[in-house]
């Protein structure tokens, strides 16, 4: 069964501020996915990614699938970023497993 | 628009009902999901189906049912056999071949059982 770990768990930044979250896994795997869930709880996703690295807007996401290692980056981080962000690996019934969250408050 | 419509967003309850929360969507999509949250805790699986008028449990099933009649519907039953009920559930699609293609998800629906 893979398992899924993501640090740090909390994460306080100021404005502006470059930020990393990283995720690791404990079995290979085909995708691996990046979500956000936002304070009321809607989950919303942002990448899936397989291999190298893929970016929208001031978000980057990369992997390392020999290492089974991903980061999530956000550059010129804001207020309206925070957020609980997720990564999520394939699981063994056809399902995601999902990490437990790191929860991002950036300051003004 | 196209997405994913959980209803109600708070439910409260008293021990020993059963209560049915609501999910809809109108992106076609084949695949739907049940998962839940506490706190502390990544989501987990409840109940997945990958067309209609079929559903497999997840890792957490007892306690829940579910149904598919309907491509755009997948209500699950919390019934007075979960013994914890109280949580965030998030129901959730994607295109058929599951785990290949992103998720979409609803609000969530937060219930509480006292």
């Known amino acids: 069964k893979n398992e899924v770990e993501q640090s740090p768990q909390n994460l306080t930044a100021q404005e502006g501020e470059f930020i990393t979250i990283n995720c690791s896994y404990s079995v290979g795997i085909s995708a691996l996915h990046w979500l956000q869930q936002h304070p009321g709880g809607g989950i919303v996703s942002l990448f899936m990614?397989?291999?190298g690295k893929k970016k929208h807007g001031r978000l980057i996401a990369t992997i390392n699938i020999q290492e089974k290692h991903s980061s999530l980056h956000i550059t010129a981080s804001h207020p309206r970023d925070s957020a609980v962000y997720i990564c999520?690996?394939?699981?063994?019934?056809?399902?995601?497993?999902f990490g437990k969250g790191t929860k991002l408050s950036v300051k003004p | 628009d196209g997405g994913i419509t959980q209803s109600p967003k708070y439910l409260f309850r008293k021990e020993g009902q059963n209560v049915t929360l609501s999910c809809e969507q109108n992106?076609?999509?084949?695949?739907m999901y049940w998962y839940r949250q506490d706190p502390g805790q990544g989501l987990r699986l409840i109940y997945y189906?990958?067309?209609?008028?079929?559903?497999q449990k997840g890792d957490i099933a007892e306690g829940y049912s579910v149904s598919r009649e309907k491509k755009e519907s997948f209500p699950l039953t919390v019934t007075s056999a979960q013994k914890n009920p109280t949580a965030f559930y998030l129901c959730a699609s994607n295109d058929a071949g599951g785990i290949g293609s992103p998720l979409h998800f609803g609000n969530g629906t937060r219930l509480t059982v006292t």
């Open positions: 999520a690996v394939p699981g063994s019934q056809g399902n995601l497993i």
């Open positions: 189906s990958q067309i209609v008028n079929d559903f």
């Open positions: 992106l076609n999509h084949d695949a």
């Open positions: 990614l397989s291999s």
